[in-house]
């Protein structure tokens, strides 16, 4: 095993005891999706992937449990010494889905090795094309947006919108088509038609605001790949291919990326029965599932949305539950922010550094 290998084994090798909220803190700092669960004999005794922690988010578990709660005790696995032939054709047909994971053990199960999709295959991009929404008008953060949308908000060494369309490259899409009302020229100056940081821009100009969906009717869906929709204000490192496959395998229409959030009430909730209490709850702490901007549409849905129409997200949400359309939520616990009010784009240009700092220097600059 070289070097790079042994230290990405143990980044990813956690006590099984560990709670998951720490669990979580590893698993997105290693970026490979997958956690092995040792002891100090370093004997396999399951593991957790980004995919385990998404079905315990829809579980409501708690995240103080410990990680051996939610691990899979009996995971795919292979010798130390298996040839890289067999090893993908493990990844591709041990289960009724793709594997980007195989742990490698001796004849003890003690973990010796961790191959990746990616050491083997060439990783393959997502066929998919994108609508990035950079039309608002940042009200909140003004002064800042007084003179340029808020997309095109400095955060770290770059505009925003360029981190957005950078992770875009990154994960192999190449065409984009980007929504704008207010200051459009600023962002049509900024990108042009894309050739700089590799991806074909359009634009979509909407003379009047046609809110979260409606400037998606004016799109053709010709070469019938789906689209990622996300808002252009939101930083975030969402595991986009863990999406997609999600997606695909749903046979989703509409998928909607959801987060957890959480609201500490401050009163006293009281459960009654005409006039007379039955339970009290002292400051509960709630906890929602919300819509996260971020979402994957079927090139059929772009049909239903009236075109020149006002028309959110939640009303195309809406009108495909009602239709019996399949929508289905996909849970993320990777780091994201809106950028919606100045704390947040304080904390913004704090976390880009610690999180986003493997970025490059920015591709292109202001003419």
Known sequence: MNYEHKQRLD???????????????????????????????RVLRGIITDGDIRRAMMKGISFSSKCETIA????????????????????????????????????????????????????????????????????????LTENIPKPMLQVGNRPLLETVLKQLKDIGIDK????????????????????????????????????TAGSLASISAADNK???????????????????????????????AMRNHEINFPYGILECCDFKIKSVEEKPLL????????????PSVLDLIPKKTVFH???????????????????IHEYWLDIGKPADYSKANKDYYEKFSNSSKKIVGLR
């Open 176 to 211: 984009a088509h980007i929504t704008t009302h207010y200051k459009p020229e600023v962002i049509r100056k900024y990108f042009g038609n894309g050739k700089e940081i590799g991806i074909d821009i359009s634009y979509i100009n909407e003379e009047q605001p046609l809110g």
């Open 226 to 256: 789906p689209f990622l929709v996300t808002n252009g204000d939101i930083l975030t490192k969402v595991n986009y291919h863990a999406m997609f496959e999600f997606h695909k395998r749903q046979r989703a229409d509409l998928t909607v």
């Open 11 to 41: 980044a990813v090798i956690i006590n099984p005891c560990l709670e998951i909220v720490d669990a979580l803190k590893v698993l997105d700092r290693s970026g490979i999706g997958i956690l092995l669960l040792c002891g100090e004999d």
């Open 287 to 298: 906890s929602f599932l919300v819509n996260a901007g971020i979402y994957i549409v079927e």
């Open 72 to 143: 899979n005790k009996k995971p795919v696995i292979a010798p130390v010494n298996i040839e890289l032939q067999n090893a993908l054709q493990l990844m591709d047909f041990a289960k009724d889905f793709i594997l980007n994971h195989l742990p490698l053990v001796d004849e003890n199960n003690r973990i010796v090795g961790l191959l990746l999709r990616s050491d083997i295959a060439k990783s393959e991009k997502l066929a998919l094309n994108a609508v990035v929404m950079a039309g608002g008008f940042g009200s909140r953060l003004r002064p």
């Open 313 to 331: 997200m939640t009303d195309l949400i809406k009108l495909l539950i009602e239709q019996d359309r399949n929508v289905v939520g996909f849970p």
